[in-house]
Every structure is written in structure tokens, then in C-alpha cells.
């Protein structure tokens, strides 16, 4: 992969994790950012697409839902409340069931941001569109997670149109109307709706692909 289709991989897989980019810069200039930080991680095989991403965030951050933030200020606020009102009357093992609950509760928190929680709050314009783009989504994160960031930008480009029609996509050739749709993912799109399934995607799902 020549660093031109590396960088234009790069810059799909960081817009599907949000990423946020400087809004004032266009594509063009931010593929340039991608090709950029990609050179540094050249190796013999290509480059390293997931350290590029990871200097991407370091640099720019990643989009986080506010109704996340706000929840998870709750409940430490909540847990502060209980900490100031029952310290002087707690004795060492109720301060020691409190240290697991509050484990828990961490743990539970880490689950509120997790990719299965962000992908549910993603914008669908045709909410009878929502399965059949979640399932084209799953197969560009399998793909990125493969490596293959060739098909994984192209599936996400693919799920991003869905999510954005304005119509209910019901057949093969309204997929193909969609920018970023071609006779490939259409094709896929058909089996899903006719069957409710994706043979490749249960093999990726597998790990046979």
C-alpha cells in the first residue's frame, strides 16, 4: 500500500472513531496530517496504521457523549455524598464492602464508553435503516482490526451512508444509489435484508474469512 491510500485509511479509521480533527481544516488537509504522521511509522511490510492512530489521538483526543460524562459525574458525586455523611459511623469491613462496590462501579463506568455503547448513539436518519448499517459497520471494525484498512475504510464509508439516507433502503438498487455504495456492499446489503444475516460477516465473526 503506497502511503497516499495508507494515509486515506488512516483518515477513515480515525473519522469512525471521532477523532477530533481541527473543524477549520478540509479533507484534503487532513489526509495530508495522516500521510504525515504515518512516514514516522514506515516499516519494511507498509505502515503501522495503529500506531498512526494512536498518535492521531494523542494529539487530537477522541469525541466522548456528553450524557456519558454527565452520568459518570453522578455517580461520583453520589459516591463522594456517601463517603462524607457514613465515614465517622463505618467500621473497617464496611469501608472494605464499600472499596468493592466502588470497584464495580468503575468497572461499569469503563462499560458506559465502550465501542458497543458508542455505536448505539450514532446519528440514523431512517431508524429502519439501523440494523443492516450496524452490520456493515461491524464488518469495517473487523476489518480494521485485521489490518485491513483498505476494506475497513470502505465499509465505513459504506455504514456512514447508510446511517445518513434519507430513505428506507429496501432493495439492491437503492443501496447503490448511496455514495460510497458499490455492487460489492450492495450485494451484501440484499442478503442482509432477504435473510437477516451476512455470510461473510459470520465469517469474519469466526475468524475463517
Not at 463517603?83 to 458506559?112: F, M, T
Not at 450514532?122 to 429502519?128: A, G, L
Amino acid at each position: 500500500m503506497n502511503v497516499k491510500d495508507a494515509a486515506k485509511s488512516l483518515y477513515d479509521y480515525a473519522l469512525s472513531k471521532k477523532v477530533k480533527f481541527p473543524k477549520i481544516w478540509d479533507e484534503a488537509k487532513l489526509i495530508q496530517t495522516c500521510g504525515a504522521t504515518l512516514l514516522v511509522y514506515r516499516t519494511p511490510e507498509g505502515f503501522d496504521i495503529n500506531k498512526g492512530f494512536a498518535d492521531l489521538e494523542s494529539k487530537f483526543g477522541v469525541e466522548e457523549d456528553d450524557g456519558e460524562k454527565a452520568d459518570d459525574g453522578e455517580k461520583e458525586d453520589d459516591g463522594e455524598k456517601k463517603d462524607v455523611v457514613g465515614a465517622k459511623q463505618q467500621s473497617p469491613s464496611a469501608k472494605s464492602k464499600r472499596s468493592r462496590k466502588a470497584k464495580v462501579l468503575s468497572d461499569d463506568e469503563k462499560d458506559e464508553v465502550s465501542p458497543k455503547k458508542t455505536k448505539k448513539s450514532e446519528t440514523m436518519v431512517e431508524e429502519k435503516n439501523r440494523k443492516v448499517a450496524e452490520a456493515i459497520k461491524e464488518m469495517a471494525d473487523i476489518y480494521f482490526r485485521n489490518k485491513d484498512m483498505r476494506k475497513g475504510g470502505v465499509f465505513s464509508k459504506a455504514a456512514k451512508a447508510i446511517r445518513e439516507s434519507e430513505i428506507h433502503i429496501s432493495t439492491k438498487k437503492e443501496a447503490m444509489t448511496l455514495k460510497g455504495v458499490g455492487k460489492g456492499i450492495a450485494g451484501y446489503i440484499e442478503e442482509f435484508l432477504n435473510s437477516g444475516k451476512i455470510d461473510k460477516l459470520e465469517e469474519l465473526r469466526a475468524g475463517t474469512a
